[in-house]
């Protein structure tokens, strides 16, 4: 069976999956992600928390760029364009992914 693109469940559930690198999304770097997202690309950030809630936000692109590099949800604070600092504190583990749909098709 083909796996699916879109990845369901709460944060940790979505991390431990991108990290299989096995529906289209690969891990790369912070760099690549934000370029490949400025290029219109599908950018994603996770953060798995092993004692806790981790989180997923994607990276903004287009003429959202400019309002903030993630776009984020989660408490009020922290909603809309923001930082990646802002998203997942820079003492934590972050995880970078990039979709690819030629990746997706040809595995």
Do not use: C, W
Request: glycine residues 10%; hydrophobic residues 35%; proline residues 1%.
């Amino acid at each position: 069976t083909k796996e699916k693109v879109v990845i369901f469940g709460n944060a940790n559930n979505m991390g431990r999956e991108l990290l299989k690198e096995k529906n289209g999304y690969i891990k790369t770097t912070e760099k690549i992600a934000e370029q490949y997202a400025k290029k219109g690309g599908l950018a994603v950030i996770s953060y798995v928390n092993s004692k806790g809630h981790g989180h997923i936000a994607t990276f903004s692109v287009g003429k959202n760029i400019t309002k903030g590099v993630i776009s984020n949800i989660g408490p009020e604070k922290y909603i809309g364009f923001v930082s990646i600092n802002n998203t997942i504190s820079k003492n934590k583990h972050r995880d970078y992914f990039i979709f690819s749909v030629n990746y997706y098709v040809d595995r």
